[in-house]
């Protein structure tokens, strides 16, 4: 049972990191591989302010929505200025070097992670609450993005991801839209750090590394880029995939890099076999076209 | 009377390829101009010019007695420059009636104070543009279509489409490029009464069209242009009548005269 619990709290983080970042590559047509690095921030501030002083919890996750926020704009403000496609580039260095940075600071712990986190939660039992206030996060930021592509936003983003030039021609400020967007993405990824961060009492820089990029965009396939529903059923399944191939009895050294080629593939049979991925035509708002 | 569109001695070059030569042209309140000439003539790329996609090299466009530059696209749209694209360029994923309501002169939500702090005002702002697309829509008698998406349109649909888009724009000026390229039938017939009434409801409309019928029908008088310049201005019917006029539309001829 403590496991099956253990697992809800890392679907609403993942159902938190994907939504986010549907938001961003489905809803807003911006490539980045970047939302590890502001799952990062957010894990790492809530870490690093736990450990150093006594702050409010849910202050502390805020803050590194926050940060994650402002950082999205320094990757953002410069690339998205240029061409949609230098966010991509500009995001790979982001991700890799500012990992690499965290790596080698002190008050991060450096390599070998930063522990002690406080244990913020001393009633009842800890691994139900932190479930229901991931789920509930999860929940919270799904309602929202839900609630800013269904309104007036909402076209405003699909109009700017069908055409930049037209969009803009029509009076509308395409890289206001982006940066918004975006920042919107990257902040929720913080909040999901700050979450993952309190509920393990412990990060590492190798939970952040670009693989996870790879992951959450296989959910974000999966489940169908640009729809609602999409990123929650592709979180759901892929965190049930370990359990499905544990049968296999491999050892952990094969376990791993085998999740990582099964993660690949699954994104590229989707791609090739059903683009619109899993939700798509049971989504009445997805907002992609058919084809 | 004060031009509502007015452009001094605009130059514009591509390296070796000159767009606009010293152009000079202005449009009046009500004046339906129409801009004739060859492919590759610089007509569409005049109106990109005006829209503000490319920056002049020199040269300055006023509208309503205000200078353009400077100015982004973005302002240039508010500021009342309204455009429909040669190859339509409508939003594939929305509906036909959110393609128009995203493309308001003033769009409220695009502030996000407003959007979350605001949020009953943005929605009354935001029924209030529906119902100006679904008017526009009316009025091109493709109301029944309002919920449909863009891909189920016919070409001609389409067509109509991209020029309602244009008029949720209320700004003075409206440049219109080939809206008739392939329209027939019903369409070529709404299409000319819905730009004869936006002229006489003031606004000051540029046409680019090959259709020479349609220019005929239409415009009080216009321009022919050829490599970047604008060699004459007149009535259709008198750049029609020029031997020389037409034999560099239909290729005869392929440098202007030295007169």
């Known amino acids: 049972m403590e496991y099956v619990i253990s697992v809800l709290v890392l679907m609403g983080i993942y159902v938190i990191l994907s939504s986010s970042f549907n938001l961003i590559i489905g809803y807003g047509g911006l490539i980045s591989i970047a939302h590890p690095i502001f799952f990062a921030l957010g894990a790492y501030t809530c870490g690093v302010l736990s450990v150093n002083m006594s702050i409010w919890p849910p202050l502390a996750v805020a803050l590194g929505a926050g940060l994650a926020l402002v950082f999205s704009l320094m990757l953002s403000l410069p690339s998205l200025r240029i061409s949609g496609d230098y966010l991509l580039i500009t995001s790979i260095g982001f991700q890799l070097g500012l990992l690499e940075v965290i790596k080698h600071l002190s008050f991060t712990g450096g390599a070998s992670g930063l522990g002690n986190i406080p244990n913020v939660v001393d009633f009842g039992d800890r691994s139900t609450v932190f479930a229901a206030i991931s789920i509930a996060l999860a929940a919270l930021v799904f309602v929202f993005i839900r609630w800013l592509i269904r309104g007036p936003y909402g076209l405003l983003i699909s109009a700017m991801r069908d055409d930049e030039l037209v969009y803009t021609s029509l009076g509308r400020n395409a890289m206001k839209v982006k940066l918004v967007i975006f920042g919107i993405g990257c902040a929720c990824a913080g909040l999901a750090g700050g979450l993952y961060a309190y509920y393990y009492q412990y990060v590492n820089p190798d939970q952040f590394e670009i693989l996870q990029s790879s992951m959450i965009l296989t959910m974000v396939v999966v489940g169908g880029m640009g729809s609602q529903w999409g990123p929650v059923v592709g979180a759901v399944l892929l965190l049930f995939m370990p359990q499905a191939i544990g049968f296999l009895n491999f050892p952990p050294s094969v376990m791993a890099p085998l999740q990582g080629l099964l993660y690949s593939s699954l994104v590229i049979i989707f791609l090739f076999v059903r683009p619109q991925g899993l939700m798509a035509a049971f989504d009445r708002n997805s907002s992609r076209p058919s084809k | ?259």
Request: with cysteine; charged share 20%; net charge neutral.
């Open chain 2, 1 to 259: 009377m004060i031009p509502i569109l007015k452009i001094e001695k605009v130059c514009k070059r591509f390296g070796g390829i000159v767009v606009a030569d010293a152009i000079d042209l202005e449009i009046h309140a009500g004046e339906i101009l129409g801009l004739i000439g060859p492919n590759g003539a610089g007509k569409s790329s005049l109106f990109n010019l005006i829209s503000g996609i490319y920056p002049i090299d020199s040269g300055e466009i006023t509208l309503m007695g205000q200078s353009l530059h400077g100015l982004s696209m973005v302002k240039r749209a508010q500021s009342g420059i309204s455009r429909t694209w040669q190859h339509m360029r409508l939003f594939p994923s929305m509906t036909v009636l959110n393609n128009l309501v995203v493309a308001s002169r003033y769009y409220e939500a695009e502030n996000l104070r407003a959007l979350f702090f605001q949020s009953g005002k943005v929605k009354g702002l935001q029924a209030e543009k529906e119902n100006d697309a679904m008017e526009i829509l009316v009025r091109m008698g493709l109301a029944s279509l309002s919920n449909s998406p863009i891909a189920d349109l016919t070409f001609g649909q389409q067509k109509l489409i991209g020029l309602a888009r244009a008029l949720m724009n209320d700004g003075p000026c409206l440049l219109l490029d080939e809206p008739m390229a392939g329209v027939e039938g019903q369409s070529y017939e709404t299409i000319k009464d819905i730009v004869r009434q936006e002229a006489n409801r003031g606004r000051a409309i540029c046409v680019v069209e090959h259709n020479i019928s349609f220019v005929k029908d239409l415009c009080n008088s216009a321009v022919f242009m050829f490599n970047g310049k604008l060699l004459e201005r007149g009535s259709v019917d008198d750049l029609l009548a020029s031997k020389t006029l037409e034999a560099l539309y239909f290729g005869g001829q392929k440098t202007i005269p030295v007169s």
